[in-house]
C-alpha cells in the first residue's frame, strides 16, 4: 500500500472518527468525570470541583430510590421487549402474505413510530385522564368502575409501559417483516409438500431463520427502552409517589429536576445504565457467535 493511498483511507475515515470522538467519547468521557468528582452549580461553572472516587455510586446505592427504580427498570423494559416482540412478530407474519390493501394497512402500522414521542405520551395522557379519558368512558359503558390510570401507584407503571408497548410495534413490525421477506419461498413449498402444517412451518423454518434479525430486534429495543424518558415524564413525571420511577428519570431528576442539582450522583445512575446496556451488547455477542 502506498503512503497516497494510506493518506487517502485516513482522509476518509477522519470525519467518521471526529463525529464519534465528539459526540460519543467526549461526552462519555465527561458523564465519567461527573460522576467521580463532587461537583456544586459554582464548581460545575468553575471547573474545580474535588475528586471523589467512587461516593457518587456508594450515595446513589445507598439511596432509598435506588432498588425500587431499578425494578421498575427491569420491569418496564421486560415488559416493554416481549410485547413489542410478540405483537411485532405477529403482526409481521400477517403482513407477509399477500392480501388487498397490505401495503396501506402496514403503512398505517407505522404511525405511532413516526408520531413525535411528546405528542403520543401526550395523546396517551389524554386517553388514560381518570376523569375525562376515553378509556375510562369505555369501562363505564361495559359497567366497571373508573381506573386511576396516571394518579394511582398500581397503575402508573402499567399505564408508560402500555404506552411504550404502543410506540415500539411497528419498529419490531418493520425489522421481524424485513426478515421474514428475506426467507426463501422454497423452503415453505417443500415442507407443505411434506405434511408441514402452518404452525410446524413457523416454528421449524421461519422461527430458527428469524433468530440473527430477532436477536438485533431485541438488542436494540433494550437499549433504546432502558433510556426510555419522555414518555414516562410526560404522563407521571415518575410518581405518584414514585411508582414509575425508573434509573432514567431518577437520573434527570437528580441532574435537572432539583432547585440545587445534584450533577454527580445524576451522572453516576447514567453510567449504571451505560453499563446494563454493555451488558446486553455483551450477550447479544455472545449468542449470536454460538
Known amino acids: 500500500m502506498t503512503v497516497r493511498s494510506k493518506v487517502s483511507g485516513w482522509a476518509f475515515l477522519a470525519p467518521v472518527v471526529v463525529y464519534l470522538g465528539a459526540f460519543y467519547a467526549y461526552p462519555l468521557y465527561r458523564n465519567l468525570d461527573l460522576s467521580l468528582r463532587h461537583y456544586t ?29 431499578l425494578a421498575h427498570t ?38 405511532p413510530w413516526l408520531l ?6 401526550s395523546t ?25 390510570w396516571l394518579t394511582s401507584p398500581d397503575w402508573a407503571l402499567a399505564s408508560v409501559t402500555i404506552a411504550n408497548i404502543w ?12 426478515g421474514l421477506q428475506a426467507i ?26 428469524l433468530r440473527p434479525v430477532s436477536l438485533i430486534t431485541l438488542l436494540l429495543g433494550l437499549v433504546y427502552t432502558l433510556k426510555v424518558f419522555d414518555i414516562i415524564w410526560i404522563m407521571t413525571k415518575g410518581g405518584p409517589n414514585g411508582a414509575s420511577t425508573t434509573l432514567a428519570t431518577w437520573s434527570y431528576r437528580l441532574g435537572f429536576g432539583n432547585l440545587l442539582p445534584e450533577f454527580g450522583p445524576g451522572a453516576a445512575v447514567g453510567n449504571l445504565l451505560i453499563v446494563l446496556a454493555l451488558v446486553a451488547g455483551l450477550i447479544y455477542i455472545r449468542t449470536a457467535a454460538t
Open 184 to 209: 426463501p419461498d422454497h423452503l415453505y413449498e417443500a415442507a407443505a409438500l411434506d405434511g408441514a402444517s402452518s404452525r410446524q412451518q413457523f416454528w421449524r423454518i421461519t422461527f430458527p431463520l
Open 41 to 69: 452549580v459554582r464548581s460545575f461553572v468553575r471547573g474545580d470541583a474535588p475528586f471523589s472516587g467512587l461516593d457518587n455510586y456508594r450515595t446513589v446505592v445507598g439511596d432509598p430510590t435506588f432498588w425500587p427504580a
Open 124 to 148: 396517551w395522557s389524554w386517553m388514560l385522564n381518570s376523569d375525562s379519558g376515553i378509556v375510562n368512558a369505555f369501562l363505564g359503558h361495559l359497567g366497571i368502575d373508573p381506573v386511576n
Open 74 to 111: 427491569l420491569i418496564f423494559t421486560a415488559a416493554s421487549l416481549a410485547a413489542q416482540f410478540a405483537i411485532g412478530l405477529a403482526l409481521a407474519v400477517f403482513f407477509n402474505r399477500y392480501f388487498p390493501l397490505a401495503a396501506t394497512l402496514r403503512a398505517l402500522f407505522l404511525v
Open 167 to 178: 410506540i415500539g410495534i411497528p419498529f419490531n413490525l418493520v425489522v421481524l417483516y424485513s
Open 116 to 121: 413525535p414521542l411528546i405528542v403520543s405520551a
